[in-house]
């Protein structure tokens, strides 16, 4: 059954300049697609259209009839004194209402009414398969999953930031019995741990998800398939993100042998036409005609366009050199507002060439730890020094500028004292081209804005980059970019970022904010989510043992027939198969290095890790218990 059809879509804002050109596709019962394309290639236009917040030109896109549709960027609007409680309930209506007929039917039953006992029984038992009783259950599965404490449910609605608005209007729509969800960037204002919850809770739902977003590894967690608005009309992909990257970099290549193909043919016969009008020219008719043909064969062979890809970034870092090891060194450092502290007691020291990312849930103190290190902010105990040749670059969460009625190329000009031509390069390595470097800085998106500070930034000599959520407003095309440019910078690195396909192409070090102190993790982020798991599973294992029931005497266990040499022969397997299984664990590691610019061979390397340090892990159980039953027993033989 087709949930989602578009067919033959095309719209237009601007005379002659179409969004949508003939756009068709259509999502299926139960499907996960992204919505891929650059900014302003129509993605959010069309869930409008979808929505019915807008009317196409030409064409038609319409969900199913019957089923309820739930878009995440579009915020309804509450009466006045709703509180996030009340926001949260109304994705209960339905079953409120059911509720409030049950109550009066019991009431007409109490008074004698016996024609009331059907309907309640039917009622009843409609009640309870749509979850009646397990509402408040749900409720806070949701709002823990997506970090809604309840200080943050009795507040008014009317109150909070937008990005609040937005991760409440997301539980909302996950409450709600809704069958489609169109999903415009769902994970802007979710931290990780937030993120992760939706991902795995997008895992097990049975309706249609159409999500737009530029979050990769949410990409690859959760659609099945992606669709790219490409030119107002769609190109299709049968896999996830990391799938869509390979593909489209397969057919580009492609594309571009047979333009190869095709220009060489008619190189080949421009030259043979070209002799044949120069004999017809000495007199010989037929040979012009064979002219005329072949220069007409030539104008059918000319089919393939020149393909382009997006153009990459012209520029790198300006980077100052840096002498001596120590970069960072930071001495009980502690923050606090109020009653509240952010951290406390924190060591930690950053030598040349480190690469650190600094995770934590929202609220949690990244940026203002970030702010004290630029000395924007004074922490209320301890004290950081850094080595005297570092140079610090900053790039913000929000960019602003001092002269915002400035337009791009005097901007530069003011800002780095460069010449117009100077400017203008510098510009058009970031894609601001032709008539936009004359445009005003306040009339810039926070993207743009993002792109021209970092314009502005990779002019500079600097040792030690500092990046707050780099990556929050760019679309996937200059989020490439911005990692080429990174990717090339061979300083210190230490950002803030909740993209984790940023932080785990980057971090070679983890930072850990939460409860007030910060865990320094040595290893990159795939070693560092597999040592959560360990903590976990360690953690599980604990829990367990300590709620399990005091074990029963039990008789003496029977020896070991064979005695000591057969468990010192066991106990030499287990020795063996620990150093075996450790020896591929390097191996592997070795492989992951081999295939780090091939994410999905990457991934899957992990995965092998992954599955073998559990084993190591069962290995070491035995070995350990083999070794102790070895020691006793050589204890009861003395």
Known sequence: MIDIQVTNLSIE????????DGLTFQVDQGERVGLLGRNGAGKTTLFKLLTGKLSPDEGEARTAPGKGVGLISQIPTYPAGYTVEDVLNTAFRRLHAMEKELAELAEKMGEG????????????????????YETEMSLNKVCNGLDIPLSMRSQLFDELSGGEKTRINLARLLLEDTEILLLDEPTNHLDLHATEWLEEYLSHYKGTVLAISHDRWFLDKVVQRCVEIKNGKAEFYSGNYSFYVEEKERRFQEQLRQYEKEQAKVHQLEEAADKMRLWAFLGNDKLYKRAINMERRIERLQTTDRPTKEKKLAMGFGEREFRGDQVLEISDLAMAFGERTLFDGVDLEVIGGERIAILGDNGTGKSTFVKILLGEVTPTGGKLRFGPTVRIGYLPQLVTFDHPERNLVDTLLYDLNCTTQEARDRLAAFNFRGED??????????????????????????????????????????????????????????????????????????????????????????????????????????????????????????????????????????EQAVAKAEERQFELSQRAEEVSDNYLELQKVYEEQHALEEEIAHLYTVWETLAAELEEMKGESQ
């Open 13 to 20: 804002f601007e005379k002659g300049k179409k969004i949508l």
């Open 113 to 132: 009414d016996r024609s009331a006992m059907a309907r309640y029984d039917t009622l009843t038992a409609l009640f309870e398969r749509q979850g009646g």
């Open 437 to 574: 470097v004359f445009k005003e800085v306040s009339t810039l998106s926070g993207g743009e804005r993002s792109r021209l500070k970092l314009c502005e930034l990779m002019s500079q000599k600097i040792n030690l980059l500092i990046l707050d959520e780099p990556t929050n407003h760019l679309d996937v095309d200059s989020r490439d970019w911005i990692e080429e440019a990174v990717r090339a910078y061979e300083g210190n690195l230490l950002f803030v970022s909740h993209d984790r396909y940023f932080i785990n192409e980057f971090a070679q070090r983890i930072w850990m904010l939460e409860e007030g102190h910060i865990t320094d993790f040595k290893g990159d982020y795939q070693e560092y989510l597999a040592y959560l798991e360990r903590q976990k599973a360690f953690a599980k294992g604990a829990a367990k043992q300590e709620s399990a029931p005091a074990p029963e005497k039990q008789p003496p266990a029977k020896k070991r027939s064979g005695g000591t040499k057969e468990l010192e022969k066991q106990v030499r397997q287990a």
